[in-house]
């Protein structure tokens, strides 16, 4: 029921609000950001740092000094890459009916997963690394495939099940990477340069900076969720369990094998952000002190790409903006966290969607009672 | 055989460090039994009680010197602020009936931040001073913190089951459609309930920030928010059960911290006994799956029209 042309204008604004996904995202977005710059100027910090280390995280241009420096731009995209995977992994159970809060925990096995082999496995030049890769991505999926298997068999709630599964991947990773010969307690020996994700030519372009082989392999996860999802049978089948669950089951689909894969392939997106990190970022495993937060950062980066494959991929690179300029902005006197309270408020608003819809439903029962109907 | 006199024996002595853990893990997972009986699932117990924490060590650390009550005051202040907080997750998930999952994750999202935030405005650096004196302990070393965790527990035991709003409460969390029908007022009991837990998880952060440690820092709270909401579902969403299940967890977190002392244990790596909660509640979800222990409603938005 679209309101018609003539129709008043805040019918008319209502109504694009709640026809399309994608905008209500970017006013979300916005209305995070405005909440932002609003408590940076409250505190009495100038707002304008923070969005000129923003400028200078996406552009290189560092305002201040009209020094251009590419470097920056590839560490936007190196801390965008977690995020794009990580919201991958949420988007992608989203999409099939699940939520998964536990891309930390997927994440963290991959990391972990990713670590061992780049240790132990053989040093093979082109075939070390990718080995570490396809262990991280089996270990996310395991990690996120019990989560489904218990929620297909025995009715466990995933969101429960998930948290759970974050913090047990947390200490035993800690365990086993101290257990490694050499490692103390917080890092491993160093990695055989044939495990890393080291590409010559995009640090060549990117002024030296940490971009890596992860950028091709997040482009290429990106156009593996868009296909499966919408191209083909499994996509289908996955996505028709996640809209109603009897309706597929009457319809010939398996809905105990359709839960259980939709989690292991959300898993083995954030496995695969925890090698590209560890392999890419870092030149030895490390034994973690702390949850790296990707995987809760990434169902924010889901929530405002609508589990969409573009729009998740838009999200991460916003989100990873703001990361990566984090430490510009403590430079300009702006305290770093404002980039996580504006993901926190995006992720609060995001609940705004829902109030809209109950407006719109609202106001149409009013016309209706009125005896006006709209078109 | 001596090896295990001397474990009760080192037990014994653990005691009141224990219950200094035990104490802000029962008072948050009351809060979050509170909350989940409405109806209503609370997983930002973790960021609310970040928030607590923060405010009380602020408030503590700024009126130590000058105030002789900051602590009751910084108590109190925490509670005020996790009340405060949790009215984002009520009147998104109850009045715009959004996924309570989601208004949850934003406030832990919002809660690291938020705080960090504030500690960089206030004290110029990324945590609170830390305070001189904190909250000392009472007879047998024991600290307050017990009692009010005890006093908290006994006070919603006593509204969930013997006067009328907690039936209420409970009606809610099963079939909200029918407790709608019987003239209950499905809405305002969920913000009552969600209100409760927020100022409940506001008091255990003030708690524990008071009693182990000195300062507030971004990992004061270090998964308690979690183990309080694994503990609800392990007690079996029962004030008994919550009170069990936290004792347990709460022991199981300190032999984390104070192995290092007890000779018989040393041979295991610490994180064997932090990661005892996560494991017990995930094999009991498991084992307990075929029953329905669990609210009949929580998670699901009130919705008039639904049977």
Redesign the interface.
């Known amino acids: 029921m679209r309101a018609s042309r003539d129709a008043p204008l805040q019918d008319r604004i209502l109504d694009t609000f709640t026809s399309s996904d994608g905008l209500v995202s970017v006013a979300v977005v916005l209305l995070g950001f405005l909440m932002g710059t609003l408590?940076v100027a409250l505190?009495g910090r100038n707002p304008a740092g923070m969005y000129s280390a923003i400028v200078q995280v996406v552009s290189g241009w560092d305002l201040r000094r009209g020094i251009w420096n590419a470097r920056y731009i590839g560490e936007w995209l190196v801390m965008s890459i977690p995020l794009v995977l990580c919201g991958l992994s949420v988007a992608f159970a989203g999409r099939t009916g699940l939520?998964n809060?536990g891309a930390e925990g997927q994440y963290v096995v991959g990391l972990t997963a990713a670590q061992f082999v780049a240790l132990f496995a053989p040093h093979t030049a082109g075939l070390h690394w990718v080995l570490a890769i396809l262990a991280a991505v089996a270990a996310g999926a395991l990690w996120g495939g019990i989560v489904g298997a218990?929620k297909a068999r025995?009715?466990?709630?995933e969101?429960?099940?998930t948290?759970?599964?974050n913090?047990?991947a947390y200490?035993?990773s800690?365990?086993l990477t101290?257990l490694i010969p050499g490692a103390n307690t917080y890092r491993t020996p160093t990695f055989p340069d044939t495990a890393r994700l080291d590409s010559p030519f995009l640090q060549a372009l990117t002024n030296g900076s940490r971009l890596n082989y992860g950028l091709w392999l997040a482009v290429a996860s990106v156009l593996f969720f868009w296909v499966v999802i919408g191209k083909t049978r499994l996509g289908f089948s996955l996505r028709a369990t996640g809209l109603n669950k009897d309706a597929a089951r009457y319809g010939g689909i398996n809905v105990t094998a359709s839960v259980t894969t939709a989690m292991a392939i959300s898993g083995a997106f954030a496995g695969l952000a925890g090698a590209v990190v560890s392999l890419g970022s870092f030149s030895y495993g490390r034994v973690l002190g702390?949850l790296d937060g990707y995987g809760?950062?990434g169902?924010?980066v889901a929530?405002v790409g609508n589990s969409t494959a573009l729009g998740t991929a838009l999200a991460g690179l916003l989100f990873g903006m703001l990361k990566s300029a984090q430490p510009l902005m403590q430079s300009r006197q702006i305290?770093k966290?404002?980039?996580?309270?504006?993901?926190?408020?995006?992720?609060?608003f995001?609940?705004?969607?829902?109030?809209v819809r109950?407006l719109v439903e609202w106001r149409m029962k009013e016309l209706a009672r009125k005896g006006r109907t709209i078109e | 055989m001596t090896d295990f006199i001397g474990l009760v024996g080192n037990f014994a002595q653990m005691l009141p460090s224990i219950l200094m853990i035990v104490s802000p893990i029962l008072i948050a997972a009351v809060g979050g039994l509170v909350c989940e009986r409405s109806g209503v699932a609370n997983i930002a117990l973790e960021g609310l009680m970040g928030i607590g924490a923060f405010s009380a060590a602020a408030t503590h650390v700024l009126l130590e010197s000058s105030f002789n009550l900051s602590i009751p005051l910084a108590l109190l202040i925490a509670t005020a602020t996790g009340l405060a907080f949790s009215v984002i997750h009520a009147f998104a998930s109850i009045t715009l009936k959004a996924d309570q999952i989601v208004s949850g994750t934003g406030i832990n999202l919002l809660s690291t931040g938020i705080t960090v935030f504030l500690c960089q405005i206030i004290f110029k650096q990324e945590r609170t001073e830390p305070f001189r004196l904190g909250m000392m302990p009472g007879p047998f070393g024991v600290y307050p913190t017990a009692w009010i965790a005890l006093v908290v527990l006994v006070i919603a035991w006593y509204f969930l089951y013997r006067r009328p709003v907690g039936l209420r409460l409970r009606a809610c969390g099963e079939h909200p459609q029918a407790a709608a029908s019987a003239g209950i007022d499905v809405v305002r009991i969920r913000y009552i309930a969600v209100l409760v837990s927020g100022a409940l998880a506001g008091l255990a952060g003030g708690c524990l920030v008071l009693t182990q440690t000195i300062q507030y820092t971004v990992f004061t709270i270090n998964g308690a928010g979690f183990i309080a909401l694994a503990a609800v579902s392990f007690g079996r969403w029962l004030p008994k059960g919550v009170l069990g299940s936290s004792l347990l967890f709460g022991s199981s977190v300190a032999l984390a911290i104070y192995m290092v002392n007890i000779q018989s244990l040393r041979f295991l790596p610490s994180e064997f006994f932090s990661v005892m909660p996560y494991v017990i509640t995930l094999v009991t979800l498991v084992v307990f799956s075929g029953k329905d222990y669990a609210p009949r409603a929580v998670g699901q938005a009130f919705d008039k029209g639904k049977s």
Not at chain 1, 338 to 347: E, F, N, P, R, T
């Open positions: 408590l505190v939520f809060i218990l025995y009715s466990v709630s969101v429960v099940a948290i759970m599964m913090y047990i200490f035993s800690r365990v101290q702390g809760f950062d169902i924010a929530l305290p966290e404002i980039a996580s309270i504006i993901m926190g408020l995006v992720v609060v995001i609940s705004l969607r829902a109030g109950m």
